[in-house]
């Protein structure tokens, strides 16, 4: 049984609980770290309360600038959305969060780590693959999967020994925070039909309903956002920033069922304004600056990477291939972004966010290509030919098998291509060798059955 044990410690009510079980249950001591993620709070109360709860060291890791850099802009540039619509932002803490309880781990000499993660949730999953791949000597400890403890139990447990905790058994809801987000679930949001009292939001509570739109603009820098309104700023900065223009216009709400990775479905509530505008402002700018085949083949691969990201992969082989990919296509992706907010006309006072303009030194859209004006430079006249080679697989395909065949056994009419079959003459558009205008081969019906021996076939010159 371990002896030191390294806890991802958040606070909250089953961590702190989770702290003093481990001490009078497995006689180990226990180090608490926590990890400042942007979720805000009061990190002297979070310190007192490890303490309180029998923490032997407590370490609070203020790890930002961090999660954004390493971790948030990678997610901006893969456009990552999981099942195209959550920006991850659970899973993407979860490997910064290892990052720093393997270190600690070493620092301390312990020979475990361990977390509050239920053994139905997402969590315990990113938590032991991630350590598994940074320190596999590591043992993993998770109580909180077999402790057998409700919610009422842990409040219980925790007056007990004179644990400080903020939850209450009239509080359903279970709250994960940081820069990149919010999420809530529990209560009464685990009834699909009902819709989400107004008391589970806080980034998003209208606050300009009936007020002025609003714009502003986003730069980029291979991918990255760098700077709002002009403005440098880091991105760990910048996207609370951006929380607080765009919340207040009610918009940046998920609500989904979504699938975990095991095997359930739950309905989750997400909070991320920042996030999703930010997503926004970078598929735009992707639109002007990256080559079509490109495009295409990311928009492609976004999917497989946000999943491998939300199943606990982050630090695995096909993941970092794609990180390479994305970062390869990233280059150009340079240029400005212009947002705008607009208040809600709708009871509930949500509004919306959309792009309203964006430009590039380096974009791959002309103008002078683009405009139907007199400015145009677009050469029509190679239009013809480019478009009839382009159709010619199609044309063979339809004449021979498709729509415009005469099929097995249909009796011809005649008439099929431009020319006469069987006259020797030569159709409209075709010379006497039965080329067509274009210089292709006329396209003879097929016969609709063998020709005898010794008989012109159909479509040949009698003789």
Not at 296 to 309: D, F, G, N
């Amino acid at each position: 049984m371990p002896k030191r044990i390294v806890l991802a410690y958040s606070g909250g009510l089953d961590t702190s609980v989770l702290v003093r079980w481990m001490t009078e249950e497995m006689g180990a001591e226990v180090v608490a770290l926590a990890v400042d993620l942007g979720q805000g709070g009061d990190w002297d109360a979070v310190r007192a309360r490890a303490v309180a709860a029998g923490a032997a060291e407590v370490e609070v890791v203020d790890a930002r600038n961090e999660f954004a850099s390493d971790f948030v802009a990678p997610a901006i540039r893969a456009n990552a959305l999981y099942e195209g619509k959550y920006p991850l932002i659970s899973s993407l803490s979860r490997p910064v969060i290892v990052r720093h309880l393997v270190d600690a781990a070493r620092r301390h000499g312990a020979d475990a780590i361990a977390h509050g993660c239920t053994g139905k949730g997402n969590d315990q999953v990113r938590f032991e693959v991630s350590t598994r791949a940074l320190a596999p000597d590591l043992d993993v400890v998770a109580p909180v999967r077999t402790w057998g403890f409700t919610r009422e139990d842990s409040i219980d447990y925790a007056r007990k020994w004179g644990i400080p905790v903020s939850a209450t058994k009239a509080n359903p809801y279970s709250v994960d925070q940081n820069l990149w987000g919010r999420t809530v679930e529990c209560g009464i949001l685990e009834d699909p039909w009902a819709r989400p009292p107004a008391d589970v939001y806080e980034l998003t509570v209208p606050r300009n309903a009936g007020g002025q739109p609003k714009e502003l603009i986003v730069t980029f820098e291979g991918g990255s956002p760098v700077a709002l309104d002009g403005q440098p700023m880091p991105l760990d900065e910048l996207v609370p920033a951006l929380d607080a223009v765009v919340g207040p216009f009610g918009w940046g709400r998920i609500d989904m069922i979504e699938n975990r990775r095991v095997g359930i479905k739950s309905r989750e509530i997400y909070e991320c304004p920042g996030a999703l505008a930010l997503l926004l402002a970078h598929a735009d700018l992707e639109s002007m600056t990256l080559e079509r085949d490109v495009a295409h083949e990311k928009s492609r691969l976004e999917p497989r990477w946000a999943e491998l990201v939300y199943d606990g992969l982050w630090f695995s082989p096909l993941k970092m291939a794609l990180d390479a990919f994305f970062a390869e296509t990233q280059r150009f992706v340079t240029g400005d972004v212009r947002l705008r907010c607009e208040p809600g006309t709708a009871p509930d006072g949500t509004g919306s966010c959309f792009v309203a303009g964006r430009r590039s030194a380096v974009a791959l859209y002309e103008h002078d290509l683009a405009t139907y004006t007199a400015a145009d430079r677009f050469r029509h006249q190679d239009a013809e030919g480019f478009v009839r080679i382009f159709g010619l697989g199609i044309e063979t395909w339809a004449t021979k098998q498709g729509p415009g065949s005469q099929g097995p056994g249909k009796q011809g009419t005649g008439k099929q291509g431009t020319g006469q079959p069987g006259t020797g003459e030569a159709g409209p558009g075709q010379d006497r060798a039965g080329q067509g205008m274009a210089g292709r081969p006329a396209v003879t019906p097929p016969s609709p059955a063998p020709a005898p021996p010794g008989s012109p076939g159909l479509g040949e010159p009698a003789g």
